[in-house]
Nanobody, 130 residues
Framework: QVQVVESGGGLVQPGGSLRLSCTAS????????VGWFRQSPGKEREGVSC?????????????YYADFVKGRFTISRDNAKNTLYLEMNSLQPEDTAMYYC??????????????????WGQGTQVTVSS
Protein backbone atom coordinates (compact mmCIF):
# COMPACT_ATOMS: atom_id res chain seq x y z
CA GLN A 1 0.00 0.00 0.00
CA VAL A 2 1.23 3.45 -0.92
CA GLN A 3 1.53 5.92 1.93
CA VAL A 4 3.01 9.40 2.00
CA VAL A 5 3.22 11.02 5.41
CA GLU A 6 4.34 14.56 6.17
CA SER A 7 5.53 15.79 9.52
CA GLY A 8 7.29 18.75 11.08
CA GLY A 9 4.66 21.43 10.81
CA GLY A 10 3.77 23.67 13.67
CA LEU A 11 3.52 27.20 14.96
CA VAL A 12 6.51 29.48 14.52
CA GLN A 13 7.14 33.18 14.88
CA PRO A 14 7.99 35.39 11.90
CA GLY A 15 11.62 34.97 11.00
CA GLY A 16 11.71 31.47 12.39
CA SER A 17 12.65 28.20 10.75
CA LEU A 18 11.04 24.84 10.33
CA ARG A 19 11.95 21.58 8.64
CA LEU A 20 9.26 19.47 7.06
CA SER A 21 9.74 15.79 6.40
CA CYS A 22 7.91 13.44 4.08
CA THR A 23 8.38 9.70 4.23
CA ALA A 24 6.92 7.37 1.64
CA SER A 25 6.22 3.68 1.67
CA UNK A 26 5.12 1.57 -1.25
CA UNK A 27 6.90 3.78 -3.77
CA UNK A 28 10.37 5.13 -4.36
CA UNK A 29 11.14 8.82 -4.58
CA UNK A 30 14.41 8.29 -6.41
CA UNK A 31 12.86 7.86 -9.87
CA UNK A 32 10.02 10.34 -9.46
CA UNK A 33 9.69 14.06 -9.53
CA VAL A 34 8.80 15.07 -5.99
CA GLY A 35 7.57 18.29 -4.55
CA TRP A 36 6.11 20.39 -1.81
CA PHE A 37 2.88 22.29 -2.31
CA ARG A 38 0.88 24.50 -0.05
CA GLN A 39 -2.69 25.65 0.24
CA SER A 40 -4.32 28.22 2.48
CA PRO A 41 -8.06 28.81 2.92
CA GLY A 42 -9.66 30.33 -0.14
CA LYS A 43 -6.54 29.86 -2.25
CA GLU A 44 -5.57 27.35 -4.89
CA ARG A 45 -2.90 24.83 -4.16
CA GLU A 46 0.46 26.12 -5.36
CA GLY A 47 3.86 24.66 -5.95
CA VAL A 48 6.51 25.60 -3.43
CA SER A 49 9.46 23.52 -4.55
CA CYS A 50 9.88 20.50 -6.79
CA UNK A 51 12.80 18.33 -7.80
CA UNK A 52 13.27 16.07 -10.77
CA UNK A 53 13.85 12.35 -10.40
CA UNK A 54 17.21 10.79 -9.73
CA UNK A 55 18.31 7.21 -10.09
CA UNK A 56 21.28 4.93 -10.53
CA UNK A 57 24.06 6.70 -12.36
CA UNK A 58 22.68 10.19 -11.80
CA UNK A 59 24.30 12.94 -9.78
CA UNK A 60 22.21 16.07 -10.09
CA UNK A 61 18.52 16.64 -10.20
CA UNK A 62 16.79 19.72 -11.49
CA UNK A 63 15.16 21.86 -8.83
CA TYR A 64 12.39 24.41 -8.95
CA TYR A 65 11.57 27.03 -6.35
CA ALA A 66 8.63 29.35 -6.45
CA ASP A 67 9.64 32.99 -6.50
CA PHE A 68 8.06 33.62 -3.14
CA VAL A 69 10.32 31.09 -1.39
CA LYS A 70 13.50 31.37 -3.43
CA GLY A 71 16.47 31.92 -1.18
CA ARG A 72 14.53 30.95 1.93
CA PHE A 73 13.51 27.33 1.40
CA THR A 74 15.60 24.32 0.44
CA ILE A 75 14.30 21.02 -0.86
CA SER A 76 16.33 17.87 -0.42
CA ARG A 77 15.88 14.15 -0.33
CA ASP A 78 17.43 11.08 1.20
CA ASN A 79 16.79 8.26 -1.23
CA ALA A 80 18.12 5.65 1.17
CA LYS A 81 15.43 6.67 3.65
CA ASN A 82 12.87 7.40 0.93
CA THR A 83 12.34 10.75 2.59
CA LEU A 84 11.85 14.25 1.26
CA TYR A 85 12.63 17.40 3.24
CA LEU A 86 11.80 21.06 3.06
CA GLU A 87 13.96 23.39 5.10
CA MET A 88 12.12 26.64 5.62
CA ASN A 89 13.90 29.74 6.87
CA SER A 90 12.86 33.35 7.38
CA LEU A 91 9.24 32.31 7.61
CA GLN A 92 6.61 34.99 7.23
CA PRO A 93 2.88 35.06 7.99
CA GLU A 94 2.06 34.66 4.31
CA ASP A 95 3.77 31.26 4.44
CA THR A 96 0.96 30.01 6.65
CA ALA A 97 -0.68 27.09 4.87
CA MET A 98 -1.19 23.39 4.80
CA TYR A 99 1.92 21.92 3.23
CA TYR A 100 1.66 18.79 1.13
CA CYS A 101 4.25 16.37 -0.13
CA UNK A 102 3.62 14.83 -3.53
CA UNK A 103 5.16 12.64 -6.19
CA UNK A 104 4.61 12.04 -9.88
CA UNK A 105 4.60 8.81 -11.79
CA UNK A 106 8.09 7.47 -12.42
CA UNK A 107 10.37 9.61 -14.58
CA UNK A 108 7.91 12.42 -15.13
CA UNK A 109 9.20 15.81 -16.18
CA UNK A 110 9.86 18.61 -13.71
CA UNK A 111 6.65 20.60 -13.84
CA UNK A 112 5.73 21.94 -10.43
CA UNK A 113 1.97 22.17 -10.72
CA UNK A 114 -0.52 20.09 -8.73
CA UNK A 115 -2.14 18.47 -11.76
CA UNK A 116 1.11 16.69 -12.60
CA UNK A 117 1.29 14.95 -9.24
CA UNK A 118 -0.81 11.93 -8.50
CA UNK A 119 0.39 10.77 -5.09
CA TRP A 120 -0.18 13.02 -2.10
CA GLY A 121 0.28 13.05 1.61
CA GLN A 122 -2.32 14.28 4.06
CA GLY A 123 -0.54 17.56 4.71
CA THR A 124 1.05 19.22 7.69
CA GLN A 125 -0.01 22.62 8.95
CA VAL A 126 2.48 25.46 9.12
CA THR A 127 1.38 28.58 10.95
CA VAL A 128 3.57 31.66 11.14
CA SER A 129 2.27 34.16 13.64
CA SER A 130 3.32 36.43 16.45
Amino acid sequence: QVQVVESGGGLVQPGGSLRLSCTASGLSFDVRTVGWFRQSPGKEREGVSCQDWTGPGTYYAGTYYADFVKGRFTISRDNAKNTLYLEMNSLQPEDTAMYYCAATTPRAALVCVPSKFGTWGQGTQVTVSS
